[in-house]
């Protein structure tokens, strides 16, 4: 069998198709079955047919069925079998690797698995700076001195207390708690108009609401925002942990939910309907809901040989595992690297737990997948640790959308700064034109 035909073979094998659907326009994300999880699947098959290694650089070039075939061709006929790098489909779904503006807020090292903040290295903003100073760094720019710490802290609390009306509506709320959180949030008005001051307090009011679904006691006046969430009494070693936890997830580059803040930012809608925007796209189940998920997974398994066994079964299925994979990054997401140190400090703080021998499990059996860029990712170890922490399971989307916060204002901010109208193209490949049927 040729090169070619292999490539058309491991393909329709992969996803289930018959081999005259696999044709050359055929391409990543373009049908169901070739999603993130396909693609991997489908590399290693290729790899494994063809005898050759696929680096995660070729990995990005194969992308079509048209690069597979030339690759393929090139592996049998026994010269290099690097991908043939062709231009760009006019259509890229998802608007995968596509730049759409510039920033100065957080940067993302794909390869080096690497995060900052302004320059910053999370990893040092949390063990050194924690949340406050971050959310000030965010939303103003810079860390702050002993000034601006003081009129941040006075904004946040002015708005934690301005969050009080909208309690009443988290009460009444029987949906998710995502959805719970966003209509209460919805009911608060501007409470400045200075755009900065407005989201510094939108970030009072967010943690207090979400530190109501948490049933947390009230916290002292002056209370950081992981010191509401948790609540009067908690550990200050609990409260710390929390702190450094809300400094990994406070921004992350175009995420759907910045994006989301961003698209409204450009037509002109307020900071408050901006961070709406987030917030909805936020509750999606492979966004800020995907923590929950992976302990919910945890949950329905007994023992560490059940987690691995349910992961080996999920993905010989061709089904995602929650907590694995990540658009951007091609190995390990380093917030999943530093969430993972805490669980695994918690759990000796109290003496173990079951769901970190658990988790190590899944890892385990995922551990093959990793070199195609299937590695932990934020969520996996969110959960356990909110769960450490005393936080109710099903929580971890509203702790999250608090830290995120400072980062939605950010980008909002950033946005406004040279404001433009966010408006792609969609390629039409509908039924061409024709008249109207007669009658109609």
Known sequence: MDGPSIAVAVAAETFAMAADEITDDLAFQSV???DSLGHVRLMMALQERLGCPIDQEAMAELGS???LKAFAARAVGGSAPAPVLERRDAVQRGLAGVTMDTTAISEIDAQGSMLSYRGYAVADLARHAGFEATAHLLIRGELPDAAAAA???ALRDAGAAAAAPARDVLGRQ?????????AAFATLPPAREDPAEDGIMALGQMAALAAAQAGAAPAAPGASCAARLLGAGAAADDIATLDRVLVMLADHGANAS?????VATGAQAHLRSALLAALATFSGGVHGGAADRVTAMLDALPDPAAAAAEARALLAAGRPVSGFGHRVYRQEDPRATLL???ARALAARRGGHPDVAKLA????AVAPYGNFGLAANVDLYLGTVLRLLGVRSGLAGPVFAVARTAGWVAQVLEQRAANVLIRPNLLYVGPPRRPLPPGA
Not at 174 to 182: E, K, R
Not at 258 to 262: G, I, K, V, Y
Not at 361 to 364: I, W
């Open 32 to 34: 169901p079955a070739w």
């Open 65 to 67: 069925i048209a690069a």
């Open 151 to 153: 009129a941040f802290a």
């Open 174 to 182: 029987d949906g998710p708690p995502l959805h719970a959180l966003a």
């Open 258 to 262: 910045s994006l989301a803040a961003r």
């Open 340 to 342: 993972r140190a805490e």
């Open 361 to 364: 499990a899944f890892e385990e």
